[in-house]
């Protein structure tokens, strides 16, 4: 797949989404919508299952990071953006990929195999 083959433009404001007060199907379309960006940066940046499992979706956290990840991506992007904002983006990916390939070791999962998470009771 060519990282070409996926054209995204930011929006007007980079869109911000809080997972915590989405309803079912809200979170149904979001995930659908971050699922675009998460195809087009996993090919641009070579990213693989050890970073973003196939099962995504299903992991809270991974969710989070990779929706504010893409948050500041749009960010980057916008007219009133400062030059070095894309350098920023990428200077906070390297970190943002090393905490979720801690996440994914965590969790189990591999390219064929979802591990559902524990439920911690307090």
Known sequence: MNPDDFVFTAPTDPYIVCWRDLDPTSTTEELERLADW????????????KAIPPCWPHHGAIVEELSALRTFWESCYQDDAAPSDPLAFHRDLTL???????????????????????????
């Open 38 to 49: 998460v195809t087009w940066a996993t090919t641009r940046y070579n990213l693989d299952h």
């Open 96 to 122: 943002a990929v090393r905490r979720l390939r801690d996440w994914t070791s965590v969790l189990g999962c591999s390219r064929t195999i979802h591990r559902p998470e524990q439920v911690v009771e307090s």
